[in-house]
């Protein structure tokens, strides 16, 4: 086909079943917890980070890492020692980074084609070094879930319960907000910082609308996921359109069809 035949496509094939894999499984455990906004305001806190790339020597992949790492830790600190709502964190840290990015990118100069492709996404952005990075992130990310599932799940849903039985739900937490840090830092280029968020959130609540059980809705979650990021691949290829706006807008009409079918099936 047609598509296979460049390497840029080839790239963003691979680089896109690694998020959509990742995103979908951290997914799980953020939406359980009702948690959800953790990934849209990391994502809206990876674009200060890319605002401090485009104003330093610091490389842009780099500073967006850094900067979603420090603001999971933050969120995860004040969540844990000064008992603040969840929802209200996530809404400061959200639009102050926001807010941040702006000024800066402002006085940079960097309002170009360069910064919209880390705000919605870019199939051609992709290179050698973030299938290298991702690949390496993936493993590591999968590897630290399995290890950690039954500590983890059990955490997401009573994490009271889960301390009192000896598991330690602080080194957990700050586990699970470090991996989806890091995830939507490497997976900007690819979705976009403005649309990550959905693609994390979005598939995992289609799959609830059929899985049975936590495992089952996962391995759901993951499909919808991987179908939606190839799908959108596909059609913004051969229809020139926004590579992270056509996977979320897939995504959506999966959770649609999915509402429309639990209502039929009563």
Do not use: W
């Amino acid at each position: 086909m047609e598509i296979f035949e460049y390497d840029f496509m080839i790239r963003a094939f691979f680089v896109g079943g690694i998020v959509a894999l990742l995103a979908s499984i951290l997914g799980m455990f953020v939406v359980v917890r009702r948690y959800s906004m953790l990934a849209d305001s990391l994502a809206h806190v990876s674009l200060l980070g890319v605002a401090v790339g485009f104003l330093s020597a610091v490389p842009v992949g780099v500073g967006a890492i850094a900067a979603t790492v420090s603001a999971a830790f933050g969120i995860e600190y004040l969540r844990q020692r000064h008992k603040l709502y969840s929802d209200s964190m996530l809404s400061i840290f959200l639009s102050g980074s926001l807010g941040i990015a702006i000024i800066i990118v402002s006085l940079s100069n960097s309002f170009n084609s360069s910064l919209f492709d880390y705000l919605f996404g870019s199939i051609v952005a992709v290179d050698d070094m973030d299938m290298a990075v991702i690949s390496v992130f993936g493993v590591l990310c999968l590897s630290l879930v399995a290890l950690n599932y039954k500590k983890l799940l059990f955490t997401a849903f009573d994490e009271d319960v889960a301390y009192a039985g000896g598991i330690n739900t602080k080194a957990l937490n700050y586990l699970l907000a470090f991996l989806v840090a890091v995830m939507i830092g490497v997976s900007i280029k690819i979705v976009g910082a403005l649309l990550i968020g959905a693609l994390t959130v979005i598939p995992v609540v289609t799959a609830m609308q059929f899985g049975r059980n936590f495992r089952q809705t996962t391995l759901l979650a993951v499909l919808i996921s991987v179908l939606s990021v190839f799908g959108g691949l596909f059609l913004s290829f051969y229809a020139s359109l926004p590579t992270g706006a056509t996977i979320v807008v897939i995504a959506l009409v999966f959770f649609c069809l999915s509402i429309v079918s639990k209502t039929f099936r009563g």
